[in-house]
């Protein structure tokens, strides 16, 4: 079965998206958490990173660098935080890789 993210890509639910090119979607995340909640996911079906594989080092690659240009985008450069959720037990929900850009407010230190 498809993932909500799998619909999105495919173009079968609608999504705000503030990135496109051939491998990567970006969109708004529908349940902000902080001011600016971006969500980075490669088109390829990867579920989680725990998934990712040699060939996939690029794609993640591409994915942080658009992650900082969409920072500078929502004028969040100064302070922000990309991180990923791997696994039911790490909170993930959706599983099709994706990155969570957060920004906008201070972020509480996790580590
Ligand atoms: P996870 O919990 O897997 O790390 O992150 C999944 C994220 O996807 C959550 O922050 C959730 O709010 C977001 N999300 C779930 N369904 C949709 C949807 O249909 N549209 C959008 N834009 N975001 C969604």
């Given at each position: 079965?498809?993932?909500?993210?799998?619909?999105?890509?495919?173009?079968?639910?609608?999504?705000?998206?503030?990135?496109?090119n051939e491998r990567?979607?970006?969109?708004?995340?529908?349940?902000?958490?902080?001011?600016?909640?971006?969500?980075?996911?490669?088109?390829?079906?990867?579920?989680?990173?725990?998934?990712?594989?040699?060939?996939?080092?690029?794609?993640?690659?591409?994915?942080?660098?658009?992650?900082?240009?969409?920072?500078?985008?929502?004028?969040?450069?100064?302070?922000?935080?990309?991180?990923?959720?791997?696994?039911?037990?790490?909170?993930?929900?959706?599983?099709?890789?994706?990155?969570?850009?957060?920004?906008?407010?201070?972020?509480?230190?996790?580590?």
């Open positions: 079965m498809k993932t909500v993210f799998q619909k999105i890509i495919d173009g079968e639910l609608p999504a705000e998206k503030v990135f496109e990567v979607l970006a969109i708004k995340d529908i349940a902000p958490h902080t001011p600016v909640h971006l969500l980075i996911i490669p088109k390829k079906h990867i579920a989680s990173i725990s998934e990712v594989t040699e060939e996939d080092i690029p794609l993640l690659g591409e994915c942080l660098l658009i992650a900082s240009q969409l920072a500078k985008q929502f004028h969040i450069e100064d302070g922000f935080r990309v991180l990923t959720n791997n696994g039911t037990d790490a909170g993930q929900t959706v599983f099709h890789l994706h990155f969570h850009l957060l920004g906008g407010r201070p972020l509480q230190h996790l580590v």
